[in-house]
């Protein structure tokens, strides 16, 4: 059975975790750089006393999104509200330059939704962590400004903690969407049934990301104990967040496709994936998931695995980008897939984008 001690995985013999990160006898670990025992997430303090707080706080960070995909945003929760008793709604602005989000809110929300800016940019991280801090409800759901949640999402949800009080966390199923609101499909499921996901779950997210802010909703208290999103990791401080509730926190999950996520090339993820920075993060944050969530003598089977997941993950951007015609964005994902792991696995992705790039 998993136990969680202080944030970390407690080793027992009772322990029956799968043999990718846990199940394993593996080398002694390496020692971990003080810049990554300094690089701790931000803190989140706990509101003060109040006689009364919503159950639901949606905060949406928003920084020059369309009009057009924020109004939909906007009306997609819009439509499920239950009144300010039980739903706080607030805009975030990280200071957009471009378009006009406070005049929207007004539009749209009728006094309904709240608008904060930030006095200057402060960066990705940060916002979202203010979206945590401006948070007055007992569960928090970062919604972006160009995401969507279907109908009964907060219904069900709300449905599903009252039966799971031990979750402090939810997740449902996400279809992924266009630019045009067209679905191109959907996430794998990670369970048949509403329930508590087993620790295989977590094991999964410590390799891969499987979990996008629009399908997820923390208790205020979760992120109270483990602390902000590291601004260190703009590209990835989802996964390094995800991560962190995953091994640490049990989760809800809902099989029902309840959230929508866009894929655009607006997006920022798109300009990092062009310069290669992503995967210099991926490798980061599997530093930091070595050195604070897995048990000591497992770190090193850990970060061989999660390495060899990164590379093979940019090996097939690379050929994604290269039959785009996307070259150099292509060069810069193999660059930093082959500085990730040379398992055996990831020389054979290594040697086919070779073959395809120089045979065409």
Same mark, same amino acid.
């Given at each position: 059975?998993?136990?969680?001690?202080?944030?970390?995985?407690?080793?027992?013999?009772?322990?029956?975790?799968?043999?990718?990160?846990?199940?394993?006898?593996?080398?002694?670990?390496?020692?971990?750089?003080?810049?990554?025992?300094?690089?701790?997430?931000?803190?989140?303090?706990?509101? !003060?006393?109040?006689?009364?707080? !919503?159950?639901?706080?949606?905060? $949406?960070?928003?920084?020059?999104?369309?009009?057009?995909?924020?109004?939909?945003?906007?009306?997609?929760?819009?439509?499920?509200? !239950?009144?300010?008793?039980?739903?706080?709604?607030?805009?975030?602005?990280?200071?957009?330059? $471009?378009?006009?989000? &406070?005049?929207?809110?007004?539009?749209?929300?009728?006094?309904?939704?709240?608008?904060?800016?930030?006095?200057?940019?402060?960066?990705?991280?940060?916002?979202?962590?203010?979206? $945590?801090?401006?948070?007055?409800?007992?569960?928090?759901? $970062?919604?972006?400004?160009?995401?969507?949640?279907?109908?009964?999402?907060?219904?069900?949800?709300?449905?599903?903690?009252?039966?799971?009080?031990?979750?402090?966390?939810?997740?449902?199923? +996400?279809?992924?969407?266009?630019?045009?609101?067209?679905?191109?499909?959907?996430?794998?499921?990670?369970?048949?049934?509403? *329930?508590?996901?087993?620790?295989?779950?977590?094991?999964?997210?410590?390799?891969?990301?499987?979990?996008?802010?629009?399908?997820?909703?923390?208790?205020?208290?979760?992120? &109270?104990?483990?602390?902000?999103?590291?601004?260190? +990791?703009?590209?990835? +401080?989802?996964?390094?967040?995800?991560?962190?509730?995953?091994?640490?926190?049990?989760?809800?999950?809902?099989?029902? !496709? +309840?959230?929508?996520?866009?894929?655009?090339?607006?997006?920022?993820?798109?300009?990092?994936?062009? *310069?290669?920075?992503?995967?210099?993060? &991926?490798?980061?944050?599997?530093?930091? *998931?070595?050195?604070?969530?897995?048990?000591?003598?497992?770190?090193?089977?850990?970060?061989?695995?999660?390495?060899?997941?990164?590379?093979?993950?940019?090996?097939?951007?690379?050929?994604?980008?290269?039959?785009?015609?996307?070259?150099?964005?292509?060069?810069?994902?193999?660059?930093?897939?082959?500085?990730?792991?040379?398992?055996?696995?990831?020389?054979?992705?290594?040697?086919?984008?070779?073959?395809?790039?120089?045979?065409?």
């Amino acid at each position: 059975m998993r136990r969680a001690v202080n944030g970390v995985f407690a080793d027992s013999a009772e322990s029956a975790a799968g043999d990718l990160v846990f199940g394993k006898a593996a080398p002694k670990r390496v020692a971990v750089s003080s810049e990554i025992v300094a690089d701790r997430p931000p803190v989140i303090a706990p509101l !003060p006393a109040q006689s009364a707080r !919503p159950f639901w706080s949606v905060m $949406i960070p928003v920084y020059n999104c369309r009009e057009d995909y924020l109004r939909k945003t906007l009306s997609s929760v819009l439509c499920q509200d !239950p009144g300010d008793a039980d739903m706080q709604i607030e805009l975030i602005d990280n200071c957009s330059t $471009i378009g006009d989000p &406070e005049r929207l809110v007004r539009e749209m929300g009728g006094g309904r939704i709240e608008y904060y800016r930030q006095l200057a940019n402060l960066g990705i991280a940060e916002n979202f962590n203010t979206c $945590i801090r401006r948070a007055r409800g007992q569960w928090v759901h $970062i919604l972006h400004a160009d995401d969507t949640v279907r109908p009964d999402f907060y219904r069900r949800a709300r449905a599903g903690v009252a039966v799971h009080s031990e979750a402090g966390a939810a997740l449902c199923r +996400l279809i992924y969407m266009d630019e045009d609101d067209q679905w191109m499909g959907l996430a794998e499921i990670e369970g048949r049934t509403p *329930s508590v996901l087993d620790f295989g779950f977590a094991e999964r997210q410590l390799l891969d990301q499987r979990v996008q802010f629009v399908a997820m909703v923390v208790h205020r208290s979760i992120y &109270e104990r483990l602390g902000g999103f590291r601004p260190s +990791l703009p590209h990835c +401080l989802d996964w390094d967040m995800w991560k962190r509730v995953a091994v640490t926190t049990p989760i809800y999950y809902d099989p029902e !496709p +309840l959230a929508c996520y866009r894929l655009h090339t607006g997006a920022d993820s798109s300009r990092l994936i062009a *310069s290669g920075e992503n995967v210099v993060e &991926e490798r980061l944050s599997i530093e930091y *998931s070595c050195a604070e969530l897995v048990p000591e003598k497992y770190a090193p089977l850990a970060r061989r695995a999660a390495r060899k997941a990164a590379a093979v993950r940019a090996l097939r951007r690379a050929r994604q980008l290269w039959r785009k015609g996307q070259r150099a964005a292509a060069w810069r994902q193999f660059s930093q897939g082959s500085r990730c792991s040379l398992a055996p696995s990831v020389l054979a992705h290594l040697a086919y984008f070779l073959m395809r790039t120089v045979l065409g």
